[in-house]
């Protein structure tokens, strides 16, 4: 069937991305292997044996569960929100014509865009202003604003896609729009919201400098502040440990992207990106 | 909100729904960028003050005379360069272009990796390639068993180390918007090239990518943003240092306002931050309008 010179160019590709996958494995290669070493150091080797002493060490309340709850607790209650009031927020985008659309969804397009990075130092200023600092609250509203501009505009391009003509049905029968919405619009639109909702849970999973800024009590610090303690104060760093941690933290996300890859494809979040 | 002349038309109640998402955006988001634009016009500090005072454009002019400034300026364009528009740029189109042809098992496995890398915690991807990149680290190790020079990495060149680093961690995202844009390439238009003879490169250069052109001026856009923005792959690596020689301008605002308490300096450093974004950010937006 194929001809000699496809097969040539199949091979030369099929190295050509062998070498790239190999250079891209031997970081994740170092933390699987080193989590399952009792003398782990920073190079990719093979144990000498295998142990899940690591994962022993680490699973108790202060390295792994505490932190983790933390994560849950912030991501969690930061989806909630962004998910909710992007659904809420996306409804009249959608549904009605108003002179103000175009330059709402224009604003929400450049706020996406916008390096959060950026306004951390004026936010942190602004939270002890207002008392916000240091609480989970204040760290879930900003967490969910940062969010909501990608979320409404994912949101927004999903629910174009929902046929309003069903809608009228039901207002005939005398149903308001909120009520369309949460009965008709939203169930309609499932594959939608669960692509909104995990790509916002495992961004703010990932995120890093937000809560390091915006929260300072150990107590309350997620898992990707508290990952660094590994470092600073306890001295010499285990890294079989260091490792072990850094797996248990990051399967939520890897199984949550897998999960919603399966069903949509790959790069499902970028639907919306890069197609206006 | 209002809505405006049609407003007896179009009851208010229709544009209540917005309201969550407005009070959110604005109370957290639009409150802290316009805070931000006045702040970096006072001489605010962390603490021992009771009141800061408006001192116009002096942070700006002392940022254009401070030789650590323009450090972070050179790096953070070092380092957006050689890992964004270079790096994941590049590679995730080569790698993209190779997956058309590769058998799907390569393909399969390969895309595994990359995008395994893209959706690690960030905190998390720091600590692979802090391991990665160290003395006693996996990439010495490998140079050493090939009889190749070793060097600490993070301590002669650490801006290159942070920059393979973002490449590692970032390459998924152009991997995944050029394999979708070449996948839209009708499978005709590269037939008839090569029946007219045009080899792989001339392909490449002459029909492919100025058929992605959109595609491709999206994503330098969005990279270029994701990049100015990274913090803590930087900071897990190398807290900017040694000295401040990986120090780009995130890590450079946070020192100012955190470590050298002066919140009022390192706002106007973060401001220059986020008008360089907006500007990306509009670009972006123009390529977006051109598209639809």
């Known amino acids: ?276 | 909100m209002k809505v405006g002349r049609g407003g007896a038309r179009r009851p208010l109640t229709r544009a209540l729904p917005l309201a969550p998402s407005l009070v959110l955006l604005l109370l957290f988001l639009a409150g802290p960028i316009a805070y931000c634009a006045y702040i970096a016009f006072t001489d605010l500090q962390l603490t021992g003050q009771a009141h800061s005072s408006f001192v116009g454009f002096d942070n700006f002019t002392a940022a254009f005379k401070d030789d650590a400034f323009l450090n972070a300026v050179w790096l953070t364009l070092v380092f957006t360069v050689l890992s964004s528009l270079i790096g994941q740029n590049t590679l995730g189109l080569a790698l993209a272009a190779l997956m058309q042809r590769a058998s799907k098992t390569v393909r399969t496995v390969t895309g595994a990796v990359v995008i395994c890398a893209w959706v690690l915690p960030e905190v998390v991807a720091g600590f692979l390639l802090y391991a990665f990149f160290r003395r006693e680290g996996t990439l010495n190790a490998i140079l050493d068993w090939l009889h190749l020079p070793t060097q600490n990495w993070l301590f002669t060149l650490p801006i290159l180390a942070v920059s393979f680093a973002n490449v590692w961690r970032g390459t998924a995202f152009s991997m995944l918007v050029y394999s979708a844009a070449l996948g839209e390439i009708p499978k005709e238009i590269t037939e008839a090239a090569e029946m007219d003879g045009a080899g792989g490169w001339r392909r490449m250069w002459h029909i492919t990518l100025p058929m992605i052109r959109r595609s491709i001026g999206t994503n330098l856009m969005l990279n270029t943003l994701q990049t100015l923005s990274v913090f803590g792959l930087i900071w897990v690596m190398t807290r900017g240092g040694p000295g401040n020689r990986s120090q780009t301008l995130p890590l450079f605002m946070y020192e100012q306002a955190f470590q050298k308490s002066m919140i009022g300096y390192g706002t106007a450093v973060a401001l220059l931050l986020l008008v360089v974004g907006s500007l990306f950010s509009l670009v972006y937006m123009r390529l977006l309008r051109s598209e639809a």
């Open chain 1, 1 to 276: 069937m194929s001809s000699p010179r496809t097969v040539r160019h199949r091979l030369a590709a099929d190295a050509g991305l062998l070498i790239v996958a190999a250079a891209f494995v031997l970081p994740l290669a170092w933390v699987v292997l080193s989590a399952l070493d009792a003398h782990a150091n920073l190079q990719v080797k093979i144990p000498d044996g295998v142990t899940l002493d690591n994962f022993d060490a680490v699973l108790t309340p202060d390295i792994t569960f505490t932190p983790l709850l933390n994560s849950l607790l912030l991501c969690g209650g930061a989806t909630l929100l962004t998910v909710a009031s992007a659904a809420l927020a996306a409804y009249p985008l959608s549904r009605y014509r108003s002179r103000f659309n175009n330059p709402f969804l224009a604003t929400v397009l450049f706020a996406t865009c916008l390096p959060i990075t950026a306004i951390m130092v004026p936010v942190y200023a602004l939270f002890v202003q207002v008392d916000l600092i240091d609480t989970m609250q204040g760290t879930i509203f900003f967490f969910a604003a940062s969010q909501l501009p990608f979320a409404i505009w994912l949101m927004k391009n999903f629910m174009d896609g929902v046929p309003k003509e069903l809608e009228e049905a039901a207002w005939t029968d005398g149903a308001s729009s909120f009520q369309s919405l949460i009965r008709i619009v939203l169930p309609l639109m499932g594959p939608g919201i669960s692509v909104v909702t995990v790509f916002s849970f495992v961004m703010m999973w990932g995120n890093f400098f937000v809560p390091f800024m915006l929260l300072l009590t150990p107590e309350q610090m997620p898992a990707s502040v508290s990952i660094n303690d590994f470092f600073g104060n306890r001295g010499t760093v285990v890294y079989g440990q260091l490792a072990a941690f850094s797996i248990i933290y990051s399967t939520p996300v890897i199984l949550l992207y897998v999960l919603v890859a399966r069903r949509f494809g790959g790069g499902f979040a970028l639907g919306g990106a890069v197609k206006g």
